[in-house]
């Protein structure tokens, strides 16, 4: 298999990404299904194996409400962020991290949770005989809280998850922040949402409260379906089809098979013929593992949506940075490699939005 190449022409950018902007990304839903053992009819005898439990449902993704005019500003695997309106003014915001899974989360003390927040030793715990200096720097001294005042602390539940549940508010030199955290265990991660006010009259308590009683920790077994209503159907002129954002055109993009895009986003299509290139044994993800030594990319995992992907970050020559992702299609004769592309700025609008799209690619 011939080398492919993942840089956007420049050409291309200058005429398809001049001028993009920003918007806001929708909260997704991932469609699954579950199987469950078939049902014994005969009654076990001594031999017999007893029926495999089927799996624990899996939370693939999350929901909530955001408090209007919210936007998300970071959209990454472990970590969400969503910005008040009124920034660069108003530094509000709602996080929501994915951390390594610790069921002792929620049953940590209120001294052990200051340490958490504060970055400094719990109380309880006696000094060590040799102790290491460490030299903080201007900027961490300054970013620590002055003070910390824990104000509630419950055990609580988010969708049938144990919950943490906690309010405080830290005081800063110039600021301070009323906050709500919720740090919910399950069972192969902690989803943590933390609702930060920095607002001096707390203009957000409210609607932050509000938001959290709508937060949907979402399985694999909740089966929601695919929703394009609000999408364009594009025909790509390839014998393949894609739902997207509207507004978008055909482009001739040398090397791809077929290239569509509008003043923010880019899709390029390449077939890998399976004859004439040995691959007629290959399964997707085999072919994506050759994809990935051929082109230096990161590992493909498989979305909520079923779709094989990757991510990269590439730079043209007059070092604008664009967000990449990278999908694996196969049909009967082909491979193909479908490339999802916007500047880096907007990322956080356009990266649930690219799965959903991708999600889309069918057969005309």
């Known amino acids: 298999m011939k080398k492919i190449s993942l840089l956007l022409a420049l050409c291309l950018t200058l005429s398809i990404f001049a001028g993009c902007g920003a918007k806001?990304?929708?909260?997704?839903?991932?469609?699954?299904?579950?199987?469950?053992p078939p049902e014994t009819t005969e009654p076990p005898t001594e031999t017999t194996v007893p029926p495999t439990e089927p799996p624990a449902p899996k939370v693939v993704d999350f929901a909530l409400e955001e408090p209007e005019g919210f936007f998300a500003s970071v959209v990454q695997d472990t970590v969400t962020v969503l910005t008040s309106p009124k920034a660069p003014m108003d530094t509000s915001t709602i996080t929501v991290e994915v951390l390594p899974m610790n069921p002792d989360a929620v049953q940590?003390?209120?001294?052990?949770?200051?340490?958490?927040?504060?970055?400094?030793?719990?109380?309880?715990?006696?000094?060590?005989?040799?102790?290491?200096?460490?030299?903080?720097?201007?900027?961490?001294?300054?970013?620590?809280p002055k003070e910390f005042k824990l104000k509630t602390m419950e055990q609580t539940e988010i969708d049938g998850w144990p919950t943490l549940f906690c309010e405080y508010t830290l005081v800063y030199s110039d600021y301070s922040s009323h906050v709500f955290r919720y740090e919910a265990v399950v069972n192969e991660a902690n989803y943590v949402f933390t609702f930060t006010d920095n607002t001096d009259t707390n203009v957000w308590l409210d609607a932050f409260q509000d938001s959290a009683k709508t937060i949907d920790l979402i399985l694999d077994t909740d089966g929601v379906e695919l929703n394009?209503?609000?999408?364009?159907?594009?025909?790509?002129?390839?014998?393949?089809s894609i739902y997207a954002e509207e507004g978008m055109e055909s482009h001739r993009a040398e090397g791809f098979t077929a290239c569509i895009g509008n003043r923010n986003v880019?899709?390029?299509?390449?077939?890998?013929?399976k004859q004439s290139n040995n691959l007629t044994q290959l399964k997707p993800a085999d072919y994506a593992e050759l994809l990935c030594s051929t082109n230096d990319l990161g590992e493909f995992k498989t979305d909520i949506y079923g779709t094989l992907h990757t991510t990269f970050?590439?730079?043209?020559?007059?070092?604008?940075?664009?967000?990449?992702?990278?999908?694996i299609k196969e049909t009967a004769d082909d491979f193909w490699v479908v490339q999802l592309a916007c500047a880096a700025e907007n990322q956080a609008a356009y990266t649930k939005d690219f799965n959903l799209w991708a999600s889309s690619i069918s057969e005309t």
């Open 228 to 240: 394009y209503s609000d999408l364009t159907l594009y025909d790509l002129g390839c014998g393949l």
């Open 266 to 273: 880019i899709i390029l299509l390449m077939a890998d013929d």
């Open 313 to 327: 970050y590439s730079t043209d020559e007059n070092g604008m940075e664009y967000y990449n992702m990278i999908c």
């Open 24 to 36: 806001p990304a929708p909260t997704t839903l991932p469609p699954t299904e579950t199987t469950l």
């Open 108 to 144: 940590q003390s209120e001294s052990q949770f200051e340490a958490m927040i504060t970055k400094t030793e719990p109380a309880e715990t006696e000094p060590t005989e040799e102790t290491e200096e460490t030299e903080e720097t201007e900027e961490t001294e300054a970013a620590a």
